[in-house]
């Protein structure tokens, strides 16, 4: 933010950085940055209020904004949804901005510091590295692990293979009975009462989940 622009005239001739007129001796005079304007047109590029004398914050094309139209168009926090002022520091990550103090690890709520690598789960979460140990690859924010996709299974007619052999709960390692629906996640049939997730217990059924090493896990525990 800064503050209202001086007054001091020039010694020679010069006109407005806004209507480009040349002033006169008698015209009144704003000053910022070695640029000048009449107190008319030094104004607020959103509501058109004059800004002299007033705080204002600077903005891209040689355009201002007033206060209030500045804290009105401020981003809003992904994960407080609280406002981001100008001037306070925040982070921004594939079009989504937060406060520095709520960019944060999901498993450890720690801080996740500027210049820190950090693993996207690709689901508007983040982990630090050390809570994603069992990732393999070093992640810088930009780059994405592929394999930790989240994607829905399904409850099916179990389908034999081409040799006729029923298929082997991926879970229990019991076979899955051909009269009996099963989910299946990719390739893997899981009995309905075996389809849950590895760590919480929650059944997989219509919830987004992947595989993680040999288990089966959902999308909040991934």
């Known amino acids: 933010m800064s503050g209202g622009p001086t007054t001091n005239r020039p010694l020679?001739?010069?006109?407005?950085e806004a209507c480009r007129k040349v002033f006169t001796p008698r015209?009144?005079?704003?000053?910022?940055?070695?640029?000048?304007?009449h107190p008319q047109c030094f104004c607020c590029s959103q509501c058109g209020n004059t800004l002299a004398g007033r705080p204002f914050y600077p903005k891209p094309n040689n355009q201002f904004q007033c206060e209030n139209c500045n804290n009105a168009l401020a981003p809003i926090c992904c994960m407080c949804n609280g406002k981001?002022?100008?001037?306070?520091?925040?982070?921004?990550?594939?079009?989504?901005h937060y406060h520095s103090d709520c960019f944060r690890c999901c498993k450890c709520?720690?801080?996740?510091?500027?210049?820190?690598?950090?693993?996207?789960?690709?689901?508007?979460?983040?982990?630090?590295?050390?809570?994603?140990?069992?990732?393999?690859?070093?992640?810088q924010g930009k780059e994405h692990a592929p394999h930790l996709d989240n994607s829905y299974g399904e409850v099916t007619p179990v389908q034999c293979d081409q040799a006729g052999r029923i298929p082997i709960c991926d879970k229990c390692t019991r076979p899955v009975p051909s009269d009996e629906e099963a989910f299946r996640h990719d390739t893997r049939y899981y009995h309905l009462d075996c389809a849950r997730c590895n760590r919480c217990r929650r059944k997989?059924?219509?919830?987004?989940?992947?595989?993680?090493?040999?288990?089966?896990?959902?999308?909040?525990?991934?």
């Not at 020679?12 to 407005?16: L, N, Q, R, W, Y």
């Not at 015209?27 to 304007?37: E, G, N």
């Not at 987004?208 to 288990?215: Q, V």
């Open 109 to 139: 709520t720690a801080v996740i510091p500027d210049g820190h690598n950090f693993v996207d789960m690709l689901d508007g979460r983040y982990q630090c590295l050390t809570c994603s140990k069992h990732i393999t690859g070093m992640y």
């Open 84 to 96: 981001i002022p100008s001037g306070t520091t925040a982070k921004r990550f594939k079009d989504r």
């Open 204 to 222: 997989l059924i219509n919830v987004p989940c992947r595989k993680l090493g040999s288990a089966l896990v959902c999308y909040t525990c991934s």
């Open 27 to 37: 015209d009144a005079m704003q000053i910022y940055q070695d640029r000048y304007y």
């Open 12 to 16: 020679t001739k010069t006109h407005c």
